[in-house]
């Protein structure tokens, strides 16, 4: 097992600017190119924890780029190729300032707020007496902001278009585009026996043409629970057997820290950090149905550098 790819420093020939997210570094060619490099950091509660997770970086980006192929006839995305089993090399588009999060039941942060008495959510109107992870009647779009530093805020449909941080005529669309990605999304997962629960999708715009941006139904932006089991767990008021990020925030909880001024994060063993990493590729090969190959390397960055100047010579 190689040791975890936590940041990246490099200077590629007609690189004009570098963006080092929470998980992700992306590197950009002009205006009409990037390089997207899945990093194996970790982030919760908009937080980059202190330990990278082995091979987490290759598992986001081979189910995306797995993802993204097979909505391609949806809607156009951002990928042209995948260089490097952590890298995605496409089209440099401008993002549109919101996440299209869309849910199909009640769980996550929108339980937690569910459960201190909000029943508003992005402007869609809950009913009393839900439960933890209870179908919503039909999918339900609940937008946050795209916030460059710090927390993403629940928006509704209406303040963005308001605000005019998309237009109603754009929004429209992506509206389109989200329902129609989540249901095949929907689709896939019930072919593997899962149930996918919730996700985010990112749009961005080139030449007057919408494209899907950024990853799509990976474990980071995505919540999945095990078909097998889900009502009888429901009436039982038990946990769900699921395969997302959320395990790594429920460990946080557990252990005192949620993001807040004055927590500290809890140590993060070498034991801990495999068993991360065994659980995002047991997403891996239940989502996508194929075994797990982990690219072993002695120098990520030389492979990742010396595979993307393939690309782009």
């Known amino acids: 097992m190689h040791q975890p790819l936590v940041k990246t420093g490099f200077h590629f020939p007609g690189q ?3 963006y080092h997210g929470k998980d992700r570094d992306v590197y950009f060619f002009g205006e009409n190119h990037i390089a ?33 192929d097979s909505t391609e006839d949806i809607v156009p995305n951002w990928k042209i190729s995948t260089p490097d089993p952590m ?3 496409g089209l440099r588009c401008e993002p549109f300032k919101v996440e299209m999060v869309i849910r199909s039941y009640l769980t996550g942060s929108a339980w937690r707020a569910y459960k201190t008495g909000e029943r ?9 007496g839900m439960k933890e992870n209870q179908a919503f009647p039909f999918p339900i779009i609940t937008p946050t902001t795209k916030a460059d530093e710090g927390h993403d805020e629940n928006i509704s449909r209406e303040e963005i278009i ?62 999945y629970f095990y078909a097998e089991g889900y009502q009888e767990r429901f009436e039982k008021g038990e946990a769900q057997r699921q395969l997302s990020k959320e395990f790594v925030r429920q460990w946080l909880i557990e ?20 068993s991360v990493t065994d659980r995002y590729i047991e997403l891996y090969e239940k989502v996508v149905g194929k075994r797990f190959e982990e690219s072993h390397s002695d120098n990520l960055e030389q492979r990742i550098y010396d595979n993307l100047m393939k690309v782009l010579k």
Do not use: W
Not at 163 to 173: A, F, P, R
Not at 190 to 196: V, Y
Not at 204 to 210: C, H, R, V, W, Y
């Open 120 to 128: 508003v959510l992005c402007g869609i109107q809950l009913p009393d």
């Open 87 to 89: 890298v995605t090399f």
């Open 162 to 223: 308001t605000q005019g941080l998309v237009s109603e005529e754009d929004y429209k669309q992506i509206e389109a585009y989200t329902y129609a990605l989540f249901a095949r999304g929907q689709e896939m997962a019930r072919e593997r026996g899962l149930i996918l629960v919730d996700t985010k999708y990112e749009f961005g715009k080139k030449n007057g043409k919408i494209y899907l941006i950024d990853e799509i139904h990976t474990p980071d932006s995505s919540r």
């Open 255 to 274: 252990n005192g820290f949620e993001g807040k001024a004055g927590q500290q994060i809890p140590e993060m063993t070498p034991q801990y950090c495999r």
């Open 36 to 68: 997207m490099i899945a990093t194996d950091r970790i982030s919760a509660f908009d937080v980059i924890l202190p330990e990278g997770i082995p091979s987490k970086g290759q598992v986001l980006n081979q189910i995306a780029a797995h993802f993204l």
């Open 16 to 18: 004009t600017d570098v």
